[in-house]
T-cell receptor, first 113, second 113 residues
Framework: DQQVKQNSPSLSVQEGRISILNCDYT??????FLWYKKYPAEGPTFLIS?????DKNEDGRFTVFLNKSAKHLSLHIVPSQPGDSAVYFC????????????FGQGTELSVKP | DVKVTQSSRYLVKRTGEKVFLECVQD?????MFWYRQDPGLGLRLIYF???????EKGDIPEGYSVSREKKERFSLILESASTNQTSMYLC????????????FGDGTRLSIL
């Protein structure tokens, strides 16, 4: 049972345009959400997080949106840069269910010059 | 910055061998985690520890054990390696268990022949 799903295995975007990565979840008890970025041969790097009491969190070029009614999370990268090319994982946790992080399958973003 | 160091980047072992993967963190974080990453499956939690000598099973603990004798060190043990344990293994730590990002090492690519 995949509680966190990233339905797009890959995404290709032109440099300078917006990248939108999507994530859906099924567990309504999730209350903390994160995005990680992973380059080949490196560990995941924490990018940005959001609590379920908010619907938006912004950090520079990265913005995470949370739609609780739709159980949907998205990461916007504006403007996209070639260095953003990586695999992006979303993750979620529920404080009243032990707080373990549950990860999606990942989306590989390719930003073309 | 948090530094998580995994002892080996690449490791090749034979079926039936006992394998040790070591992880050390330098930030005095309470919580440590072991994941494996496989294509199309994202990151899956094997074991975690919230204190010295404490351990909890994650989602896929079968065939693995762990040891945490010191706060900074968390070891993953494959009791009798099998080919289906060929994977990328990632260690992580976090300061608090709830609502905190985890910080990852660069991973160990383990091949079981």
């Amino acid at each position: 049972d995949q509680q966190v799903k990233q339905n797009s295995p890959s995404l290709s975007v032109q440099e300078g345009r917006i990248s939108i990565l999507n994530c859906d979840y099924t567990n309504s008890m999730f209350d903390y959400f994160l995005w990680y970025k992973k380059y080949p041969a490196e560990g995941p790097t924490f990018l940005i997080s959001i609590s379920s009491i908010k619907d938006k969190n912004e950090d520079g070029r990265f913005t995470v949106f949370l739609n609780k009614s739709a159980k949907h999370l998205s990461l916007h990268i504006v403007p996209s840069q070639p260095g953003d090319s990586a695999v992006y994982f979303c993750a979620a946790s529920a404080n009243n269910q032990g707080g373990k992080l549950i990860f999606g399958q990942g989306t590989e973003l390719s930003v073309k010059p | 910055d948090v530094k998580v160091t995994q002892s080996s980047r690449y490791l090749v072992k034979r079926t039936g061998e006992k394998v040790f993967l070591e992880c050390v963190q330098d930030m005095d974080h309470e919580n440590m985690f072991w994941y494996r990453q496989d294509p199309g499956l994202g990151l899956r939690l094997i074991y975690f520890s919230y204190d010295v000598k404490m351990k909890e099973k994650g989602d896929i603990p079968e065939g693995y054990s762990v040891s945490r004798e010191k706060k900074e060190r968390f070891s993953l043990i494959l009791e009798s390696a099998s080919t289906n344990q060929t994977s990328m293994y990632l260690c992580a730590c976090s300061l608090h268990f709830l609502n905190q990002p985890q910080h990852f090492g660069d991973g160990t690519r383990l091949s079981i022949l």
